[in-house]
């Protein structure tokens, strides 16, 4: 299945591709490869997740901002490459877990955004993934997420 | 107008590109990508802008510390590729924030690197961008910058 | 010399590559670039180095730490090429060191994993590094390194 039809399947409308907070852009290309800006859990112009992982939210919720700040990713994506059928692989996920002192499941919280991904690219959503317990975030996000892909024309 | 008559309209003057505090080099090449190490505040052999945001220096100091870095990763650019007009494109910009715990203007301080980057670069210095606030620095320094460019031979 | 001769002179034998913890793979190759995902400093399936540096583990098992995550990094860079003679540079180190507040040494510490790649590779290790001293870790690892490789066919 193409990932249009996934993401159908799935019951998820990609959103417009969120702004950047500041002085740059939120996706560029440089040869084959795409990257975006940190993505955040934005559903539309609201910050959905804001908080702590371990103290203001539960790892459920934590795995539901992987995956929407996973969705924006996706827009961001879509936006760069102009069809999903042209992103060949995606290749790298940095996530970055807002969290309070001695949490430590980040990878179940970016789950949310890992399952997402092969849900909806399939074998071309196999990715790389660093995790890490960030001690502050912009907008207070429950996590940050910067991805890499690579297109084909 | 080129980047190095941008730098003069702005005063700035580049410095030598810092060097390395451990065992890896300042910049590499891969392909036509330039990547750096993490830059710092240095102005010199000083560090310029050490201590936590939130706690020991003022946005406007961290956004100083920020625009500082960006100066000594433009230097490591022009090293890199012998010659600013080289630089097809910024691409992206890891920008860590040392931080107290709740701080969370990490965009406004960020921005004293992206707002360089586009002053010298013009539409060449669009960049994505990651910010997050880190809990501790090497040297504390107050940001750690890291730039990936694309060079044109 | 060869890497292998290096490894074996250094009295080094590669581990299988570590698997991922989560929903991700190991590594991904992307042109002619390399990436690992996050790797920690793994003896088998043991987390030999668990706790924060500055106050569970010493500098001097934080840069053990981080050369044992670097043989498990160059592990993944063998499962990538398939020979470590098709390596052609490294490129780039994220270094990542689980601290307590105030903790300053992540060069010394990270050290531990580029004087390891230079002994291996000599000339063909340099590489670019970023040092950022992290609140919290997955498994409470005490560092997390993340690798890019520059391969030749």
New interface residues.
Partial sequence: MTAEENLKRLGIVLPSPPQ?????????R????V????QLPWEGSVMKYAGRLGRDLSTEQGYAAARLAAINAIAQLKDAAGDLEKIA?L????G??F?D????E???V??GA??LF?EVFEERG???????????????AAV?L?V?A?VRD
């Fill in positions: 950047a907070v500041g002085k740059y852009v939120p996706w560029i440089t040869g084959s490869l990257m975006t800006s940190g692989n290749v790298r996920l940095e970055n877990v969290c002192e001695g949490f430590s980040h990878p179940q970016l789950n890992s399952d092969v196999k990715h790389t993934r660093t995790a890490l317990g960030i001690r502050d975030m912009p907008l207070n940050q910067s890499f690579e």
